[in-house]
Nanobody
Framework: QVQLVESGGGSVQSGGSLRLSCQAS????????MGWFRQAPGEGREGVAI???????SYADSVKGRFTISQDKAKKSHFLQMNSLNPDDTAIYYC????????????????????WGQGTQVTVSS
């Protein structure tokens, strides 16, 4: 049974930084996509950043240059370093993962992901 557990959310002032972590268990795929999505109140869930098993990354335009996704493959963990946060970044952040049978590119489309964490709240005040 695959489980994803997020940590690292919290409250920060505008311009501040936070680092989110996602720990996967029961996830045995050697080819995969993992990523971070967020959902603000009254909004749909949007892709923020993804990383492939090969280390290829992709970001939403709104976070490029401010957020960095990384992974520790040995620990089956991935991370989201968020810098220069602003109130528009306030949302529940979810980590997600999908296993691949063959190599293909990863997307920011939430419908492509099979496994989800419970979410962690990030609140940025002005």
């Amino acid at each position: 049974q695959v489980q994803l557990v997020e940590s690292g959310g919290g409250s920060v002032q505008s311009g501040g930084s936070l680092r989110l972590s996602c720990q996967a268990s029961g996830f045995t795929y050697s080819l995969y996509c993992m990523g971070w999505f967020r959902q603000a109140p009254g909004e749909g869930r949007e892709g923020v950043a993804i990383i492939s098993s090969g280390g290829v990354t992709s970001y939403a335009d709104s976070v490029k240059g401010r957020f960095t996704i990384s992974q520790d493959k040995a620990k089956k963990s991935h991370f989201l370093q968020m810098n220069s946060l602003n109130p528009d970044d306030t949302a529940i952040y979810y980590c997600a993962a999908v296993g691949r049978i063959y190599l293909r590119s990863c997307s920011l489309n939430k419908n492509d992901y099979d496994y989800w964490g419970q979410g962690t709240q990030v609140t940025v005040s002005s």
